[in-house]
T-cell receptor, first 109, second 117 residues
Framework: DAKTTQPNSMESNEEEPVHLPCNHS???????IHWYRQLPSQGPEYVIH???SNVNNRMASLAIAEDRKSSTLILHRATLRDAAVYYC??????????FGQGTTLQVKP | NAGVMQNPRHLVRRRGQEARLRCSPM?????VYWYRQLPEEGLKFMVY????????ESGMPKERFSAEFPKEGPSILRIQQVVRGDSAAYFC???????????????FGSGTRLTVV
């Protein structure tokens, strides 16, 4: 399982973009990079995943470094509802997801 | 299409009692994963089950904890003789069968918050 490193916390202003970094230098060539978030008192919520190319969906964008040792989750316009703990992780063919400590994102009005 | 359903949402047990937590996966999903989140901590993998089969229980405590996913009905996480340290939020997720790498998002339930008094 890939070891991931994320900053403990980040702050953003409402309506501004947020870039959440993640280092995953030990990820294998076939592991997908997944991002989940957990809002207070709720279960984890899938955000986005990718392998090599940058990915976009309605929630966010995922920028993956060319060497795949790091990635950045981009929230284009942060809202107060985006305040959560954001987790990045590598998948594996074992099926289980291994959560790290994540980044606590605070969004200021 | 209902998501992953967990019940009860809140469960209070006295020390020494048994706790049973249920997880109904999304329709068509045959794989279930259980996670535990202790207060102010991250999510820890516990067990991965297919119907009638435990695939990976590497995160399960050696004693008092068991899990099953019968052919019919929800997956059950059972904690016998609960202690105060079992107080936590327990989440389950479900997925369809995946022959290789996980190339989709898992859906998690809202969790069961167990309080041992």
């Amino acid at each position: 399982d890939a070891k991931t490193t994320q900053p403990n916390s980040m702050e953003s202003n409402e309506e501004e973009p947020v870039h959440l970094p993640c280092n995953h230098s030990t990820i294998s060539g076939t592991d997908y990079i997944h991002w989940y978030r957990q809002l207070p008192s709720q279960g984890p919520e899938y955000v986005i995943h990718g392998l090599t190319s940058n990915v976009n969906n309605r929630m966010a964008s995922l920028a993956i470094a060319e060497d795949r040792k790091s990635s950045t989750l981009i929230l284009h316009r942060a809202t107060l509802r985006d305040a959560a703990v954001y987790y990045c992780m590598g998948s594996s063919n074992t099926g289980k997801l291994i959560f790290g400590q994540g980044t606590t994102l605070q969004v200021k009005p | 299409n209902a998501g992953v359903m967990q019940n009860p949402r809140h469960l209070v047990r006295r020390r020494g009692q048994e706790a049973r937590l249920r997880c109904s996966p999304m329709k068509g999903h045959s794989h279930v994963y259980w996670y535990r989140q202790l207060p102010e901590e991250g999510l820890k993998f516990m067990v991965y089950l297919q119907k009638e089969n435990i695939i990976d229980e590497s995160g399960m405590p050696k004693e008092r904890f068991s899990a099953e996913f019968p052919k019919e009905g929800p997956s059950i996480l059972r904690i016998q003789q609960v202690v105060r340290g079992d107080s936590a939020a327990y989440f389950c997720a479900s997925s369809p069968p995946h022959p290789g790498q996980v190339n989709y998002g898992y859906t998690f339930g809202s969790g069961t918050r167990l309080t041992v008094v």
